[in-house]
């Protein structure tokens, strides 16, 4: 092989994950003698070297067809590829495979779907590296249990079941955006030695399916065992040479709850589970599948013909784009004007109403109604919680207790009674009698005055440091009042923290929202933070409150987190659930959303740089990574090479 270079060709704005595999083999190439580099710009490529295109799909989605279109350079080009069978993306890798010289696959269950294809593709198993290896026998934990993957309709639905589970325990959610390739670290996606890092120090991994095919992340698998996390996995297909009950648990979704508790509960078990998959792999060095990968690609170099010389490499100078278009920009139609008169029509009666009650009441103004015992024994607290509540008498009780039997004691609660006609009132007011050790206030509108207003009531009493908004229809869970408090503790500059929150309705979990961490630029296409967050009292005065603008009823959360990124401040992220949020049909959202464009219009006016696209992430800053990283590889190469020599020496 003296003759052979093999260049592992890859954009820059690929999968993080496959940069680091593509690393990996270059590593280890060299530890056997081999000429193996990473070819992420264009670069001149002489007549003997063989190309690896890691993955093909996705190299071919961002740089173009040209490959295969160039007879020089397809015909000394192997693929290597790590993805499901049954899914597009494997779906154009069957097609693309035609084109090469050889086809590589790191699943066997892959590599049989292949053959069935009629593409004659080899295994490629991927083994123990020393490149990921930061097994620690001793170590120790920062937190039980980590789940890590992009974000689908199953996997979603699956971790609202898991909500006990997740609150219970110290846990952390980290949810990526599958949109466009997650090429660098962000806030919702952790690659390289922080991933690592993370996994090493969470005793469990929770692993769920992608989609509905039983598809075995081996690939995950082992990374987690060279970092000492126990794969807890939903029922899979084919796990050879991973055994369950041995090598990883196993169960399906809606037992991986039980199968987690069981093992965080015995550590004996955990020691033992997670000691026998970092045996496994270490059996199975990579080394030995690089050879074969070397092997298999001298024997394309001989038979390609030795072609002339030829420019290869990427030519994207950016990232794909996300193709996510803000709603304000598609064009309006004439049903888009019809459903905007529909909801000004609405809101007008919303209104009208509204007039007609107060010119019948004979109180008009808020007057506090009731206060606990407790209340006056308490003067600065460190929450304070907020509920607005307008004909909640069916669930109001529950959201009190969801507060006041919380881990955090030091609390007030302020619940505004926005005219309910139900008998919303006297629930509080019963609630109150039973808990008169807990600093409560109800506050009464005469007249009904609507959600802002209501929420800036309640303000106006709440003494506390922070303020939690909770609606009567949700709750919290029992330790999400002191995460939420926790992280505005450790972070003094964020303006509110938000976490992740279940979503249910009356058959029980239907998904979750709050998975996102702060990235200000999804704001332009749409809220994903709920109001159910915990803000710091001086920022949220500073703001004046919630908006009363008519255009934007039913987003005055949306708007304050929008005019947190205008101003540039930040949120912090509590990735786990703090709370649970009720979906239905007949909440304020079914108004609101029968025509937005009144309140982008609003939006586009109140927070002009967010909406505007300033805040959307810089390619300037993205190319930056990609350099720091590749001084990292060189850097880590050249003490691999001095490590080597002393050892030699010695």
Known sequence: MADLRLRIVQSRFQNAFFHELADVIADEAGRLGASVDVVRSQVEAEPEDVFLLLPTHEYTALEGPLWYEEPRFADRAIGLTAEQPNSTFFDSNIALSRHLAAVLDFSEHAVRAYREHDVAAEHLRFGWTPSWDVFDPEQDYERDLVFLGCLSERRERAIAGMTRLLWSRESKLVVSDNATPN????????????KRRLLATSKVLLNVHQAETPYFEWLRAVEAAHCGAVLVSETSLQTEPFERG?????APAAGLSLAAEDVLDDPDKLKAVRTAAYELIKAHPFA??????LSIAEDVRRGHGHRSALRVGPTRREPLSRNLVPPWERPRTEVDGIKQAVREIRLDMLDLRRSVNAGRAQVTEPFVDRTTWAWDRVTAPRVSVIMAMYNHGDYVAEALESVASGTLDDIEIVVTNDGSTDDSRDRVVAWMDRSPHVPAMLVTHPVNRGLPRSRNESLKHARGEYVFVLDADNSVVPNGLERLARALDEDQEAAFAYGALQRFDSTGPVGMMGLWDWEPWRLRYGNYIDAMAMVRGKSLRAM??????????????????CRVAEAGGHAAHVPTVVGRYRTSASSMLSLTNISQDAGFDALRERVPRLMSGVLEPEVDELVSWVGEMESARTGRDAWMRSWEVAQTDG
Do not use: N
Not at 288 to 293: D, N, T
């Open 246 to 250: 041995t090598h990883f648990l196993s």
């Open 183 to 194: 090429w660098a670290q962000g806030p919702s996606f952790v690659a390289g030695a922080a």
């Open 288 to 293: 030995e599948s690089v050879a074969k990968l």
């Open 544 to 561: 004046g409150g919630y908006t009363t603008d008519r255009r934007l009823h039913g987003w005055e959360d949306y708007d304050l987190w």
